[in-house]
């Protein structure tokens, strides 16, 4: 099992960059898929990207390609999303995900409370 903890979302303008991590308990990390997800007020859960445990592969939503670059580090225990240019509707809270046998968009078994970013125009 697996705990999920983000932190480094905040207030940002349009335009500003921001970096978000994952922080993983145990001692397996290296074995889960990791990926991020954001939720915008009023609307559904939406997949943002993902990286593979075995040859670190990654896969992003459409809107955030060439913008948001996701990371991990297995010996910190920690996935990263870096995010440039971001823009108002990048406003979102978003979730760490963590899964051994699914990737990509998941379903994923494991996740974190959230981190809320915010973008203003």
């Known amino acids: 099992q697996v705990q999920l903890t983000e932190s480094g979302g905040g207030l940002v303008q349009a335009g500003d960059s921001l970096r978000l991590t994952c922080a993983a308990s145990?001692?397996?990390?290296?074995?889960?898929?990791m990926a991020w997800f954001r939720q915008a007020p009023g609307k559904e859960r939406e997949f943002v990207a993902a990286?593979?445990?075995?040859?670190?592969?990654?896969s992003y939503e459409d809107s955030v390609k060439g913008r948001f670059t996701i990371s991990r580090d297995n010996t910190k225990k920690q996935v990263y999303l870096q995010m440039i240019s971001l823009k108002s509707e990048d406003t979102a809270v978003y979730f760490c995900?963590?899964?051994?046998?699914?990737?990509?968009?998941?379903?994923?078994?494991?996740w974190g409370q959230g981190t809320q970013v915010t973008v203003s125009a």
């Open positions: 145990g001692r397996t990390f290296s074995f889960y898929n």
């Open positions: 995900a963590a899964d051994i046998f699914r990737a990509g968009r998941g379903p994923y078994n494991y």
């Open positions: 990286i593979t445990r075995s040859d670190g592969t990654t």
